[in-house]
């Protein structure tokens, strides 16, 4: 069977895999180490994001404690300033 571009095709013919592609073979040993440098990163990573995690938790609290002594101050201000428009 002949396609419009000039390509021969055969119908029932399959295409083998292998041909496809290249496959390269690895050792276990080889495999393992990767594995190990790779879980190694992720364990580092993981690690760094929850130290980040405990600082902005510091943060907010260092910040909720300031914010709430502005609102007491700022109430003790409003205070004196009603009862001095008294």
């Given at each position: 069977?002949?396609?419009e571009m000039?390509?021969?095709?055969e119908?029932?013919?399959q295409?083998?895999?292998?041909?496809?592609?290249?496959?390269?073979?690895?050792?276990?040993?080889?495999?393992?180490?990767?594995?190990?440098?790779?879980?190694?990163?992720?364990?580092?990573k993981?690690e760094n994001?929850?130290?980040f995690?405990?600082?902005?938790?510091?943060?907010?609290?260092c910040?909720n404690t300031?914010l709430?002594?502005?609102?007491?101050?700022?109430?003790h201000?409003?205070s004196?300033?009603?009862?001095?428009a008294l």
């Amino acid at each position: 069977m002949k396609l419009e571009m000039g390509v021969k095709f055969e119908k029932g013919r399959q295409k083998n895999p292998r041909s496809l592609c290249i496959q390269t073979q690895t050792s276990p040993d080889v495999l393992s180490s990767e594995k190990t440098l790779e879980l190694a990163r992720y364990k580092t990573k993981c690690e760094n994001q929850s130290g980040f995690i405990v600082q902005l938790k510091q943060l907010l609290s260092c910040g909720n404690t300031k914010l709430e002594a502005l609102t007491v101050v700022i109430q003790h201000l409003l205070s004196e300033v009603r009862t001095r428009a008294l």
